[in-house]
């Protein structure tokens, strides 16, 4: 169950937050909300997927670590084995709030049950013994900024590419080296032939809006899928 409260120096001087990469510390996950501003460097690494929410009244769009639930490709023991982790993992066990008065600034809550809050004398300070944020809490309000501004930019986002018809159903079924087989289903991708029959106009909108970039890095993206796969061959060789 998680505890979501908001994070002040009064109340949590002291507390301490494991930065570390284990199964047990919740970074045993498929995929990772991302938004568009990031897509740039999580093409990098992961492929990008869209699927609609659990409500299926909008969509999302995710980095995709693996082909099953609980599955992170990614995490090797306590390493993550890639450059960059989205946003919205980076921030754990921190949340955005809403403001405390109407048009003021978003507050940092945390969640207090997050198996990221520790105590042992390895884990990072939140505060220093002044209750002034330490270097680690300002980098993470940093991230949470970037992410916020990104979540601004995601109605606008899959509000243009369902304008124009860019959403397709993408059903990615993997065959792996034993033979067995794993697929992705309910999934959606670019919708590459339209896109390429976009004219001009449309095309310097979505980018004049700053929405053709993500767009052309989400496809970009899907060639990670054989890095995916090979990474997948690799656990199963490891453990058969």
Known sequence: MANHVILTSEEHRTLRISTARSAQLGDAVMSSLVVPNEFRRVQNDYPILFRLTPQRD???????????????????????????RPLAMQIQPFLIGHPAVEGGDKQIHIDLDS?????????????????????????VA??????????????????????????????????????????????????????????????????ADGHLLPVFM???????????????????????
């Open 58 to 84: 909008r969509f999302q769009a995710l980095a995709m670590f693996g082909f099953e639930p609980g599955e992170n490709l990614f995490l090797d023991g306590n390493r993550w084995d890639a450059p960059y």
């Open 115 to 139: 198996p990221r809050v520790a105590t042992d004398c390895e884990s990072v300070r939140v505060f220093d013994d002044l209750g002034r944020p330490t270097p680690y809490l300002e980098a």
């Open 142 to 207: 940093e991230q949470m900024g970037e992410l916020d501004a990104g979540w601004q930019q995601t109605d606008g986002f899959f509000a243009a590419l369902t304008r124009y018809d860019l959403l397709e159903p993408l059903t990615l079924e993997i065959t792996l080296d034993d033979g067995s087989t794993n697929r992705l289903v309910g999934y959606h991708g670019i919708a590459e032939e339209r896109l390429h029959q976009l004219d001009a106009g449309v095309l310097a909108a979505l980018h």
């Open 218 to 240: 989400a496809m970009a993206s899907l060639a990670n899928v054989t890095k995916l796969i090979a990474r997948k061959n690799q656990q199963v060789a490891a453990h058969g």
